[in-house]
């Protein structure tokens, strides 16, 4: 019952094969309700996620598969240790609007503003993860609910504050006054590519060394496959779930800070609701059955449907929902084949209340 | 600014159109729940609910046909639900998130692709339920706007609750869904497959999901906007959880939340920023959740 516990079933490449063809007959038949050339419609979709003048789409690309792969990390983190957190978009919020916060506000050197915000940013995500986690093990309230309805507090909260007091009212829109220039993050020399990206690879070496070389991850996961005998065993499984839910609500925090320094220098009101990364970090962690190494891949492949289908709407006016859509068809044929994906109860209460118990 | 002024008929008149379509969604809920299918798609269900009605309302000219098409709509994300969850073995969690996301991907998709239009679609050719006006309940004070003047589909959101108790009790094909969610082995000792059961839990979870994506769609408003559900199907699985999925106190919950719905729609008057009004529903679906777990947890303690 718990999250990777099977080997996977499928064998060869026969049934991945028509996989493979019902998602295409799907897309087809969704191209062709929109009237798009296909030629077209594939040159755009390729420059769009891979071309550009100077690589410049594959530079957005990436730093959008950068924001995907961080909110993968942090859901990875907790998805393991059997917590089922899907407010990994209130915590990004809230992470981005606290960085850009004081990004704006905060005075002093602008390596020590960056490294506020960025901290402050994770220390955000990680509390709003943290009062999730509160509610389900001194409350009752299960995470799967309580972790999602903590989303909309934080999207209106945060679309308050730079709608209304905080607002730069000479832009005309619902956002943040500018960070700072001296504070924005770098780009590697000679591209358009900000080094946002290596705080992602930094929080996923530590993951990776956290969850495999630590006793303390060695616990977490351990709950995370048999919460009753991680408790059996006397491990302090509250505490291992409110510290799991901290560290995978600061890196969600964290990408919310590299996308303010990184790439719109500002809070802008739903720049990181309206992409949906936290649902596609969420995808892309299934995708591949929360394999660590394989999730880049998938984050990237994500990444790269949602520029690609930009650009297909720029060059056929294929609308770019498709690629949304898709994401959501290829979960479905993927994971439904991989039968070893199971969530069962977490640590403390507040498993999958239609499974099996007392239906009164 | 006392109570009279928030407890006016116009207050009252617009509750149902609150709890309509969480009712509606959430009875849909109750009956995955109850047989053992954990739902948590809803949102996406309703979403697509409410597309579909307004392309039925639109092709077809009418509100009838628009609730029709916002059924089927519905009923297909049922059968999509089960293919993925029972025909092959995914994971219900899984199955949920991504129909959650197809919902919104697709209804976005085809809103750009059929009307051309991104945001939102109005047009007059859209043709929305009328209230319905009942002489003589209309007259009486307090309860009269709440029972009268509402759209068909609070009429029957409100049979189907009661009608899904006495189902539930009484009905052996009742027994036999709640047999599939709490002894599956008994149901198939007795000669039923409980898969079978819990796809017929699926289409008719689908069907009242339409219907509540309808009443957002072609009864509250005439009009489609991206996203439209807005949480209410995550309401509705609150509401679901919080009741076990037993229809009455499903009902009284969900008044309950439609009460602090259009409380919030009342007090945008004052003068609060939009975003605090669009943020209470669910802060009070989370408060409300907070309070009875917690009472709960008490009580088994």
């Given at each position: 019952m718990s999250v990777l516990d099977s080997t996977p079933p499928v064998r060869g490449l026969t049934p991945w094969i028509g996989v493979l063809v019902w998602i295409l007959a799907i897309l087809f038949v969704l191209m062709l309700a929109a009237g798009a050339p296909f030629g077209g419609a594939l040159e755009g979709f390729l420059s769009g996620a891979f071309g550009g003048r100077r690589f410049a789409y594959l530079m957005t690309t990436l730093s959008r598969a950068t924001l995907i792969v961080g909110m993968a990390l942090a859901v990875m983190l907790s998805f393991r240790a059997g917590?089922?957190?899907?407010g990994g978009e209130g915590q990004l919020v809230l992470g981005g609007l606290v960085a850009a916060l004081v990004g704006v506000y905060l005075p002093g050197p602008p390596l020590l503003v960056v490294a506020a915000g960025i901290l402050a940013g994770m220390a955000a995500g990680a509390a709003w993860a943290v009062l999730a986690g509160v509610l389900q093990l001194y409350v009752g309230v299960p995470l799967l609910v309580g972790s999602l309805l903590l989303n909309y507090p934080a999207r209106y909260l945060a679309s308050y504050v730079v709608g209304h007091p905080?607002?730069?009212?000479?832009?005309?829109?619902p956002q943040s006054h500018l960070v700072p220039v001296e504070a924005w993050l770098p780009f590697f020399p000679g591209t358009r590519?900000?080094?946002g990206i290596l705080f992602v690879v930094a929080a996923a070496v530590f993951a990776i060394v956290y969850s495999h070389t630590t006793v303390h991850g060695y616990r977490a996961r351990m709950t995370g496959h048999s919460a009753p005998f991680a408790e059996a065993s006397g491990l302090p499984v509250r505490r291992l779930a409110l510290q799991t839910l901290a560290m995978s609500g600061a890196i969600a925090g964290l990408v919310g800070a590299i996308a303010v320094f990184?790439?719109?220098?500002r809070y802008i009101d739903g720049m990181l609701v309206q992409p949906l990364y936290a649902w596609t970090g969420i995808v892309a962690v299934l995708l591949v059955k929360m394999i660590p190494w394989a999730v880049p891949l998938s984050g990237f492949f994500f990444a790269a449907l949602q520029t690609g289908a930009a650009g297909m709407e720029r060059a056929a006016?294929?609308?770019?929902?498709l690629a949304i859509t898709m994401q959501a068809v290829i979960i479905l044929f993927v994971a439904s084949r991989l039968t070893g994906l199971h969530f069962g109860g977490g640590a403390g209460e507040g498993g999958r209340p239609g499974e099996g118990g007392d239906g009164t | 600014m006392g109570l009279e002024a928030l407890f006016d008929p116009a207050f009252a008149a617009s509750l149902p159109r609150f709890i309509t379509p969480i009712l509606l969604a959430a009875l849909g809920g109750a009956l995955c729940e109850r047989a053992g299918v954990f739902n948590i798609a809803l949102e996406g269900f309703v979403l697509v609910g409410a597309f579909s009605a307004v392309l039925g309302a639109y092709f077809f000219g009418s509100a009838a046909m628009g609730a029709l098409t916002a059924v089927f709509g519905g009923v297909l994300m049922g059968l999509i639900f089960a293919e993925f969850h029972l025909r092959r073995p995914g994971d219900p969690i899984v199955v949920s998130i991504a129909l959650n996301l197809l919902a919104a991907g697709l209804t976005t998709y085809l809103l750009r692709a059929i009307f051309d239009v991104a945001g939102a679609f109005r047009d007059p050719a859209i043709v929305g339920f009328e209230p319905i006006h009942i002489p003589l309940v209309a007259a009486i004070p307090l309860v009269g706007p709440v029972l009268s003047g509402q759209s068909a589909l609070f009429y029957v959101a409100l049979g189907a609750a009661v009608f899904m108790h006495v189902f539930f009790a009484r009905h052996r094909l009742g027994l036999r869904l709640r047999a599939a969610g709490e002894n599956p082995a008994a149901l198939v000792a007795g000669g039923v497959s409980p898969e079978r059961v819990r796809l017929w839990a699926l289409v008719l979870c689908g069907a009242l999901c339409g219907l509540a994506g309808a009443q957002l769609s072609?009864?509250?408003?005439?009009l489609f906007v991206e996203n439209m559900s807005a949480g209410r199907g995550w309401i509705a699985v609150v509401a679901v959880l919080l009741t076990r999925g037993r229809p009455l106190p499903l009902l009284a919950i969900v008044c309950l939340f439609g009460f602090v719905d259009s409380l919030s729609f009342r007090v945008q008057g004052l003068g609060w920023p939009q975003q605090f009004t669009d943020m209470m529903p669910y802060v009070a679906t989370l408060a409300v959740l907070v309070v009875l777990s917690w009472w709960r947890l008490r009580r088994s303690a």
């Open positions: 917590l089922f957190n899907i905080l607002r730069d009212v000479a832009s005309g829109l590519l900000d080094i990184g790439i719109h220098h006016g294929v609308p770019k929902e | 072609i009864a509250n408003v005439n």
